[in-house]
């Protein structure tokens, strides 16, 4: 192996740009060349390729999103257009691939690799936290801190009205981020698709929450769920509880950008160069994660049909210390 290609893909996290230095400066280490590919699978399709050197990625260690950027390609999902990619790749000389993406993106790089043959290995940049293989992917702490710093502005203006806010966080087919930020800003009442719960059971807990004198409640809503997202029960607990002085948050994309925190920064930087070394002791269709601290490579079918579960601990832990 004497060059690899590095490529971001699917919805962008906080950390990506740090995971891509370390490839980088770990692949410079190895003597290896290393190209950047632009816009992920639509690159690749398109030879949208550029050199990579050590000083190609100062700077970018604390920067959100993605330098090399990121695009849905429907063209790759189609045979002719992965034959055109790899065409492309070994035209340039390319040995092996780093993914730096989500379920999808491995996906794609574990089709293209049982096709072709070419190398891959991924690590797992997405703020849902829900690949199996990893205690954390990259973006979800700093992801949970932008949140966590959101809800505490939010709760300020709760209390001086004595309002009821229900907060929406990201995660459309997991709770991690509801469930975390839930119980590191005291919310009343977490919704997750992973426990759903009812207008009357949320009733409850709002009117125990009342009859202990709490000057404002704040409902953190996973997006995705039965639930209708937050504005969704918020009109519903409105319509049966008129009293309630209701207003709904919606932080959206807003838990994408931002610099990296430490603990991203950190993952990423571990994570960058197993994937490099990984590459270079001959492993390949899998995604290197971290699992009690300890670096593991999950295959990639097992990454994408294993979802991580939610440790439900978070739920009653935020049940008991809400009361």
Known sequence: MKKIGVFTSGGD????????????????????????????????IDKDFEPLSARSVNHILP????????????????KAGRLQAYDN????????????????????????????????????????????????????????????E????????????????????????????????GVATGA?????????MSVDELGEILERSKSHHK???????????????ATALAEKIKSRYPEYDTKVTILG????????????RLLASKLGLAAVEGLRDGKSSAMVGLINNKVVY???KDAISDKLRLDKEWLRIADILST
């Open 13 to 44: 996290s906080p950390g990506m740009n740090a995971a891509l230095r370390a490839v980088v400066r770990a692949a410079v280490y190895y003597d290896l060349e290393v190209v950047g590919i632009y816009r992920g699978f639509e690159g690749m």
């Open 63 to 78: 920067r959100g999103g993605t330098i090399l950027k990121s695009a849905r390609c429907p063209a790759f999902m189609e």
């Open 89 to 148: 790749l070994r035209s340039e000389g390319i040995d092996a691939v780093v993914a730096i993406g989500g379920d999808g993106t491995f996906t794609g790089a574990m089709i293209f690799e049982e096709e072709f043959g070419l190398p891959m290995i991924g690590i797992p940049g997405t703020i849902d936290n829900d690949l199996y293989g990893t205690d954390y992917t990259l973006g979800f702490d700093t992801a949970n801190n932008t949140a966590m």
């Open 150 to 181: 959101a809800i505490d502005k939010i709760r300020d203006t709760a209390r001086s009205h004595n309002r009821l806010f229900f907060v929406e966080v990201m995660g459309r087919d997991s709770g991690f981020i509801a469930a975390h930020t």
């Open 188 to 196: 009343v009442a977490i919704v997750v698709p992973e426990r759903e």
């Open 215 to 229: 000057s404002s409640s704040i409902v953190v809503v996973a997006e995705g769920g039965r639930t209708g997202g």
């Open 253 to 264: 994309h807003l838990q994408r950008g931002g610099s990296p925190t430490l603990n991203d």
């Open 298 to 300: 999950t295959p990639f």
